[in-house]
T-cell receptor, first 113, second 111 residues
């Protein structure tokens, strides 16, 4: 069991740019969710992928998009970055959420300047 | 809609003190309830969970009981340690794996 790995750990981008964050889940984890955690707040659900298809979305605009790949990795893409996108982005994966719940990665700290 | 409310922090305790962190929720149906812990610079770790009314989740000396009548899931520990210092998040899952978190409660335990 290798856990959930996110990359990069820290990132600085300029307003208006695009960014791709990556997540590598454990083998067999066919569900992955992405969360945004602003400083001092609880994580907010962005979207979930199940077997490479989007399976629910939170209250985030379309410039937040994602992909899930057959090798249990996934991406979060954010276009036209805004200052308020500065946050910790967390990836969480599960093989069977009812039994095991979700395993979270350590996150990517994105700063938009 | 679904929501989770936690007691505000920071909570500062002396080592071996009793801990309670209050959590109440609003949800339709029968959500699963969770406590997650976040240590500085790290992601979230599942601490304990309960999936139905009157279930008690427990782990590492922490406990929480799913109380449907009071819509609560308060976290307790009989004797805290310095190593328990972290931010604790209460969360619910009522929509197929989309966790809804409270705002977090910071716990600081002094020796």
């Amino acid at each position: 069991e290798t856990g959930v790995t996110q990359s990069p750990t820290h990132l600085i981008k300029t307003r208006g740019q695009q960014v791709t964050l990556r997540c590598s889940s454990q083998s067999g984890h066919n569900t992955v969710s992405w969360y945004q955690q602003a400083l001092g707040q609880g994580p907010q659900f962005i979207f979930q992928y199940y077997r490479e298809e989007e399976n629910g979305r939170g209250n985030f605009p379309p410039r937040f998009s994602g992909l899930q790949f057959p090798n249990y990795s996934s991406e979060l893409n954010v276009n036209a970055l805004e200052l308020d996108d500065s946050a910790l982005y967390l990836c969480a994966s599960s093989a069977d959420r009812a039994t095991y719940g979700y395993t979270f990665g350590s996150g990517t700290r994105l700063t938009v300047v | 809609g679904n929501s989770v409310t936690q007691m505000e922090g920071p909570v500062t305790l002396s080592e071996e003190a009793f801990l309670t962190i209050n959590c109440t929720y609003t949800a339709t149906g029968y959500p699963s309830l969770f406590w997650y812990v976040q240590y500085p610079g790290e992601g979230l770790q599942l601490l304990l969970k309960a999936t139905k009314a009157d279930d008690k989740g427990s782990n590492k000396g922490f406990e929480a009981t799913y109380r449907k009548e009071t819509t609560s899931f308060h976290l307790e520990k009989g004797s805290v340690q310095v190593s328990d210092s972290a931010v604790y998040f209460c969360a619910l899952d009522n929509q197929g794996g989309k966790l809804i978190f409270g705002q977090g409660t910071e716990l600081s335990v002094k020796p």
